[in-house]
């Protein structure tokens, strides 16, 4: 079985460090990154995603923007998706949550892409279309079609998403939410032991 590891907005395959040392033993753990451009959609980069994955069923784990297309990959192949985990993740945003993100991301433009760190240096046209998708992203009609087991997972410091992910756990049909203690926005990385030991409950549970 394969376990798929999505990042978040300015990471990479080497966030996920402590995830892949610690499954890698017993799966096979691909780290692919996300292809951010000016044209980029979560429809678009999920349908890239399945073309490039092997063609057999796999384990999903997404982060952030990364949850996104995790959860948009399960939408369009629920066939090709075991079990999937999404942290910092939604379903859709609120009004008074996409207006925020539009605020933000119309800042994050106006800094010097030297100094735009947390996005990883992105061009503007990127950073416009990434907060872009973000804000357009809509699932909440359709996750009634995921019958596959779900972890929603969540940092107990990351105070934005909390609501969103329980919201996210409560609408799907077999899911369970999992607050990561000590963890902010990244918990995969802010706290890996917690965060892997939640993944390891859930990917290694029988049927």
């Keep these: 079985m394969g376990l798929v590891l999505l990042p978040g907005v300015g990471s990479g395959p080497e966030a996920w460090r402590p995830q892949v040392e610690a499954f890698g033993a017993d799966r096979e753990v691909l780290t692919p990154r996300l292809r951010l451009d000016g044209g980029f959609t979560v429809e678009r980069e999920a349908e890239r995603l399945w073309q490039e994955l092997p063609a057999e069923p796999l384990e999903l784990c997404g982060l952030s923007l990364g949850a996104l297309v995790a959860l948009q990959m399960a939408l369009a192949r629920p066939h090709r998706v075991e079990r999937l985990a999404l942290c910092a993740g939604f379903a ?9 993100t539009a605020m933000v991301g ?14 990883g ?14 804000r357009r992203f809509d699932a909440s009609y359709e996750l009634a079609r995921l019958t596959m087991p779900v972890l929603v997972l969540v940092g107990a410091r990351d105070r934005a998403n909390a609501p969103l992910s329980e919201a996210l756990a409560a609408a799907l049909p077999d899911a369970r939410l999992v607050v990561v203690p000590g963890a902010g926005h990244e918990a995969n990385v802010d706290a890996p032991e917690a965060f892997t030991a939640a993944l390891r409950a ?3 549970e029988p049927g």
Excluded: I, K, Q
């Design 106 to 119: 119309a800042a994050a433009m106006l800094v010097p892409a030297r100094l735009r760190g947390e996005l």
């Design 202 to 204: 859930f990917l290694d």
């Design 121 to 134: 240096g992105l061009e503007r046209r990127t950073v416009r279309a990434v907060f872009r998708a973000g």
């Design 92 to 100: 859709r945003l609120p009004v008074s949550g996409r207006l925020l």
